[in-house]
């Protein structure tokens, strides 16, 4: 199934797919870093959970209409997805306050934002992925203004869906991150993962953090949140 590895990233590894040009085998890793790599360590057990978590989100969003690069899962850590140009630019959806914008901002976690907000971050790991506002992204991406707002307005729309997603395994979606890229057309599709690393998700009743946080803050055992997600996702979907 396997073919050349292209590229390899923080948390997984890009493999040409064998006998098709256009597919790519996406293959989740153990490793976890955060605040840009300066803090890491390795999870027995995260690239299954984050492969199939993530899985399961591309695949609701496909039966609610969202085009991705997405085709189907091919074992516990390994996916088959469409060859997309990434492009560097990391789109993050708030509907509450925590992480950077608290530290940047000085608004206080569990801020309610009425309506969400989205941020636009130049991906770019030399420079630390700075936040960087539509005149930029429109510098140093190739997006012309029309298709900078169509990845606005797609975000948007994803949140919508997440949210309810989510919701139905009791679990609030404070903000999260989306990559697009273009495909072999030229047309944008989402692209990347949504992932516990990529989402923060608080339980509805408790408030409890069950997301990468809990590796960022210390706040307790990565692996046996991640399979709390992917079993109340088995007992609902
Ligand atoms: P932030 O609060 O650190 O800006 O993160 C916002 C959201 O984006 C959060 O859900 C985590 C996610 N995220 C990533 O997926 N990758 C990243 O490199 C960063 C910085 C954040
Ligand atoms: N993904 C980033 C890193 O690898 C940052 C983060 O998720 O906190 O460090």
Not at 4 to 30: C, P, R
Not at 198 to 205: G, M, N, V, Y
Request: proline content about 3%; aromatic content about 8%.
């Amino acid at each position: 199934m396997k073919g050349e590895l292209l590229y390899e990233g923080k948390a997984k590894q890009v493999f040409q797919a064998e006998n098709n040009e256009d597919l790519l085998v996406l293959s989740y890793k153990n490793d976890a870093t955060a605040f840009n790599g300066k803090k890491k360590a390795s999870f027995e057990g995260k690239g299954k959970y984050n492969n199939l978590i993530s899985g399961k989100v591309f695949e609701f969003l496909r039966d609610r209409g969202i085009r991705s690069h997405y085709e189907k899962g091919l074992n516990d850590t390994e996916q088959l997805v469409r060859k997309t140009s990434i492009i560097p630019a990391e789109v993050v959806v708030r509907n509450i306050a925590a992480g950077s914008i608290t530290r940047r901002l000085g608004i206080k976690e569990k801020t309610t934002f009425t309506p969400p907000l989205v941020e636009l971050f130049y991906k770019k790991d030399e420079l630390d992925d700075p936040l960087i506002n539509d005149e930029h992204a429109l510098l140093l991406t190739d997006l012309n203004p029309e298709e900078l707002q169509q990845i606005k307005s797609m975000a948007l729309q994803i949140n919508k869906e997440l949210q309810t997603f989510f919701e139905k395994i009791n679990l609030a979606i404070a903000d999260f991150k989306l990559e697009f890229g273009r495909d072999a057309n030229g047309d944008i599709i989402l692209s990347d993962e949504i992932s516990p690393d990529t989402c923060r998700l608080w339980d509805l009743k408790t408030g409890e953090k069950m997301d990468k946080d809990v590796f960022r803050e210390d706040l307790g055992d990565l692996i046996t949140v991640y399979d709390n997600i992917l079993q109340r996702l088995g007992a609902a979907i």
